[in-house]
T-cell receptor, first 113, second 112 residues
């Protein structure tokens, strides 16, 4: 079945860039997503990229997709303490209209002042 | 204010008891989903529903049941058959076939 892998932890200093990496297995995925989860809360969609794109930029966020290596990354520029959270990579598979999301384990980002 | 609400935020139950978690949305979404989150693991799909009066098992449906009598509501019952029910439960909704799921704030269930 599909599998999504992420490293569990990343620590950066405020003002630095953060890069969170993800690898996935399903080459037929149409969309790949990044979600953010703050402590004790639900998930918030940060951004997504369509599988025929290489890069997408949205303010401080840059998503890079390497389809050949099945590698997805999320870069956060000028990381702030408010960016401290768990970040989930997710791939989707559309089958008869049902968008099944497969989530990675999440990367906990800790931003220190 | 549109969104998804889940209640309660924290729930405790004794072993052997069934418990129902509430999920309500006012986004007029057709599809609703229940996920389970355990520490160090990603979200796993329990059940999903495309339309009213219809629902399908996800990857880990054993020990759970759902109903979808109204478009706005998708309650999840954790039955005594679920052997390891302590977890964080997340409800989500989406426009059917759309690529964005909106999540509720979650319910943390602890079995004592």
């Amino acid at each position: 079945g599909e599998d999504v892998e992420q490293s569990l932890f990343l620590s950066v200093r405020e003002g630095d860039s953060s890069v969170i990496n993800c690898t996935y297995t399903d080459s037929s995925s149409t969309y790949l997503y990044w979600y953010k989860q703050e402590p004790g809360a639900g998930l918030q969609l940060l951004t997504y990229i369509f599988s025929n794109m290489d890069m997408k930029q949205d303010q401080r966020l840059t998503v890079l997709l390497n389809k050949k290596d099945k590698h997805l990354s999320l870069r956060i520029a000028d990381t702030q303490t408010g960016d401290s959270a768990i970040y989930f990579c997710s791939e989707s598979e559309v089958n008869t209209g049902f968008q099944k999301l497969v989530f990675g384990t999440g990367t906990r980002l800790l931003v220190s002042p | 204010d549109g969104g998804i609400t889940q209640s309660p935020k924290y729930l405790f139950r004794k072993e052997g008891q069934n418990v129902t978690l509430s999920c309500e949305q006012n986004l007029n979404h057709d599809a609703m989903y229940w996920y389970r989150q355990d520490p160090g693991q990603g979200l796993r799909l329990i059940y999903y529903s495309q339309i009213v009066n219809d629902f399908q098992k996800g990857d880990i449906a054993e020990g759970y049941s759902v109903s979808r009598e109204k478009k706005e509501s998708f309650p999840l019952t954790v039955t005594s058959a679920q052997k390891n029910p302590t977890a964080f439960y997340l409800c989500a909704s989406s426009v059917w076939g759309n690529n964005e799921q909106f999540f509720g704030p979650g319910t943390r269930l602890t079995v004592l």
